[in-house]
């Protein structure tokens, strides 16, 4: 859906946001809601949330945490934030100055990017990618470069070679994303190498999205690349806990790094929001400290979803790929005698009763593969059963 005025008065939008129209997300998750189908789309967990957190939130209210924290966000959760980092990646920031709460991911995402970025500047991003980066490198004006992840049969990996052909004298910021959203890819140790060898090599700013960061299965690792020689100073590193506690309404994330970067991603911030999400803040706080107990417990729960899934999506003839992570499973649909990811999406929920998404909503190169589809494993183990047998009955 397009913005140009209906009325014919000849307003038209600015042109950074011109043919955007509405995200997939909102266009599958109203899809699900019309026709009463099993929703496997958008990453909404059905989930529960720690009890304790939730009660903590409901007594911040209570007790009077309804006004604006500071701008950099609550100091405990910055000192939560930055334990966290130091305990599971041996990684200091300090609480002051190199930890930024943000509203979402997302804001920090754009924040990031909005701070980092001059008009003309080039952004590299492993295809496909979660879809707010192409939109926010266009906000700074930015472009963003995709560099396609290699299909290795059952999954995806790094292609060395496309990564450095895509490197230009204009790359100023490289987005990586590990865990990865769409694939389910943990980039392994070998391949953060690589691709921070080529970042100091050519000087450039690496912003990690690790939103997933706890949700890796079957002795998956993730690593951060802020870890590697030479590279905590030039990595901002953001997550949330939407992925993490199943809170996902309540969009509070972050970005960690050293104090001159976050500085400038924090001069963006203060006037998209300023700051947010008070009690949500100081019930985080807490959580944070507990959260390698409470990620075990969800850990389990979507390995089992995924399984599930996987196991249904091979039995329905739609070949899953290898999700070793993150809420999404890849399948290729070509053996239900489709091409076209976005049709099959839209005609699913009547031919299956399943609401899934389109990977191309997540790929911006004109050649990348069409037959790919993603559907999400983050719901109720009752939901994703329903899924499966609705699948194999439309076989
Ligand atoms: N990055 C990735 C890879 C995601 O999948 C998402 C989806 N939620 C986000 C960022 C946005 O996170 P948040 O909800 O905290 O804004
Ligand atoms: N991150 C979630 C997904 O990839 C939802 C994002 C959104 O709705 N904007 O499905």
């Known amino acids: 859906m397009d913005t140009v005025d209906a009325a014919g008065t000849g307003w038209s939008p600015a042109g950074r946001v011109r043919g955007m129209g509405t995200s997939i997300f909102t266009e599958m998750t109203e899809l699900a809601r019309r026709t009463g189908a099993v929703n496997l789309g958008q990453g909404v967990p059905e989930l529960d949330s720690p009890g304790p957190l939730l009660r903590d939130v409901a007594e911040a209210v209570l007790a009077g945490a309804n006004q604006y924290p500071p701008a950099y966000g609550f100091p405990a959760l910055r000192e939560a934030i930055a334990s966290h980092q130091r305990r599971r990646y041996g990684l200091q920031y300090a609480p002051q100055g190199e930890v930024l709460v943000t509203t979402g991911a997302t804001e920090a995402l754009a924040a990031v990017l909005l701070g980092l970025c001059d008009p003309g500047d080039e952004v590299i991003a492993f295809d496909p990618c979660y879809d707010a980066y192409p939109a926010v490198a266009r906000f700074a004006g930015a472009r963003l470069v995709p560099v396609p992840l290699a299909e290795d049969g059952e999954g995806f990996v790094l292609d060395e070679d496309a990564l450095r052909a895509a490197v230009t004298g204009r790359t100023r910021v490289l987005v990586l994303n590990t865990p990865h959203n769409p694939t389910g890819k943990v980039f392994s140790a070998g391949e953060l190498a690589v691709v921070a060898g080529i970042c100091r090599e050519h000087d450039l700013t690496v912003v990690t999205d690790e939103v997933y960061e706890h949700l890796v299965y079957d002795g998956a690792v993730h690593r951060t690349i802020a870890a590697l020689p030479g590279m905590r100073e030039r990595t901002l590193t953001i997550s949330s806990a939407g992925k993490t506690f199943n809170v996902t309404g309540w969009k509070v994330g972050w970005v960690c790094g050293p104090a001159r970067l976050v500085g400038a991603v924090a001069s ?128």
């Open 268 to 395: 963006v911030k203060q006037f998209l929001t300023y700051a947010s999400g008070t009690p949500y803040q100081e019930a985080l706080a807490r959580a944070l400290g507990g959260v390698e107990e409470w990620a075990t417990e969800l850990r389990g729960i979507l390995r089992r979803n995924r399984d599930l899934l996987s196991d249904g999506l091979a039995r329905a003839g739609l070949r899953p790929y290898r999700a070793d992570a993150g809420y999404f499973v890849q399948a290729d649909i070509r053996a239900w005698g489709h091409a076209d990811g976005v049709r099959f999406c839209r005609e699913l929920p009547s031919r299956a009763g399943v609401v899934a998404i389109p990977t191309s909503a997540f790929q911006m190169r004109p050649d990348a593969p069409s037959y790919l589809v993603r559907f999400s494993f983050c719901r109720r183990e009752k939901s994703v059963a329903e899924a499966v047998e609705k699948l194999m009955a439309a076989v």
